[in-house]
């Protein structure tokens, strides 16, 4: 391959983010003596993809979404309860979860030494840092790239053209961005010119045109190696 320099984003592409949210938010619930099943793991998750999206597009502010998902989420289920407390505590309890996706370690293992490595997150900088320690993954990174530190988020151009002002390879032909996310990996890369592969497991559909698409780890490995 011609890379020397992987930008790999976290939550669904190395980080098993689904099983952290949702054992985050059973905690939560357990703590307060709140009703939680599957179907309000559901209305929460809706509205913090809808809050982060938002967040995206640069129609708020990242510091909205932490209370603001929970006020939209706890309207929708018809639950009683103060959001701002509810918030904090998902906050230090997500922290705490390590999961990975399976085979993610293997494939860093398997890429570290070969490629410059870096991770690219819109997520929250503290919590972030203390999942990739948490569940072994930060050995294999040069460096981690929040949107906090940053200053801007995927996918607009400051972001990526922040983190290739503080790696070594400056070269962009010479990078791939890989992720699970369309609306801010991809679309983040195509706007930045720079090479992306979307990590796609459920082998969805979409328009944009991503340069390479995967649908597993050993599909990802196969094609850097």
């Keep these: 391959m011609k890379y020397t320099t992987l930008l790999f984003d976290s939550d669904d592409t190395l980080l098993d983010f689904f099983t952290a949210e949702y054992k985050a938010l059973e905690k939560c619930f357990l703590e307060f003596n709140l009703p939680f099943n599957s179907q309000i793991h559901s209305l929460y998750n809706a509205a913090n993809k809808e809050f982060w999206q938002a967040f ?82 930060m050995p294999y990174f040069k460096g981690v790239f929040t949107s906090e530190q940053v200053g801007s988020q995927k996918p607009q151009k400051s972001f990526f053209n922040f983190v290739l002002n503080n790696i070594t ?27 992306t592969c979307w990590y796609n497991p459920q082998k969805q559909s979409t328009s944009l045109k991503p340069t390479y698409i995967v649908n597993s780890f050993s599909e990802l490995k196969n094609l850097l190696q």
């Design 56 to 137: 995206e597009r640069k129609e708020i502010k990242k510091q909205e979404i932490y209370v603001g998902r929970f006020k939209v989420f706890l309207e929708r289920a018809k639950i009683n309860f103060n959001p701002e407390i509810l918030a904090n505590k998902y906050e230090n309890n997500l922290s705490l979860q390590f999961y990975t996706l399976p085979g993610a370690e293997e494939l860093l293992k398997s890429l570290y030494q070969k490629y410059n490595l870096y991770v690219i997150t819109n997520g929250n900088h503290k919590i972030q840092k203390s999942r990739l320690n948490g569940s072994g993954l």
């Design 169 to 195: 390879e400056k070269n962009k032909s010479k990078i791939l961005i890989i992720g699970d996310s369309l609306t801010s990996d991809i679309l983040g890369g195509i706007n930045s010119g720079i090479d």
